[in-house]
């Protein structure tokens, strides 16, 4: 487990981006975090080091948003607005996640049962000393 510290947006960015480079085709990334605390923030440093350069915005309305650079695709999901498992699955969910490209899922611990085991979990706190400051938790990644 390693534990980050970011001050702002563009730290969390920066960490993205660091924690992009750990990250291999058939990764899943589990991310947890309050409403606000910056996980989409974070997908977007992922975006920037797997050279994607598409606008990365939430998925919230939408499920899913993928993603190409040409050697790599990422899909992001936002899944809070899943109200039953049956509407992943109407979506081909469990397809994206064995096809080998990487998946990153805002809200994963709402479905946790339907991740696979060697999921990598990323935890996302606000802090009590600074509004923009965060504590970022990475379990299940090499060295980042």
Sequence with gaps: MQKFITYNENDTIELGEKTAGQMKPG???ALEG???TGKTVFVKGVAKGLNIREH???PTFNIVHSYED???TLHHFDVYRVSDEDELFEIG????LYKGDICIIEWADLIKNMLPENTVWIKIERTDNNPDQRI????GLGPI
């Design 27 to 29: 990764d899943i990334i």
């Design 93 to 96: 969910f469990e397809e994206y």
């Design 34 to 36: 309050e409403l606000g």
């Design 136 to 139: 970022i938790t990475i379990r």
């Design 56 to 58: 990365v915005t939430s």
């Design 70 to 72: 040409g050697s790599i």
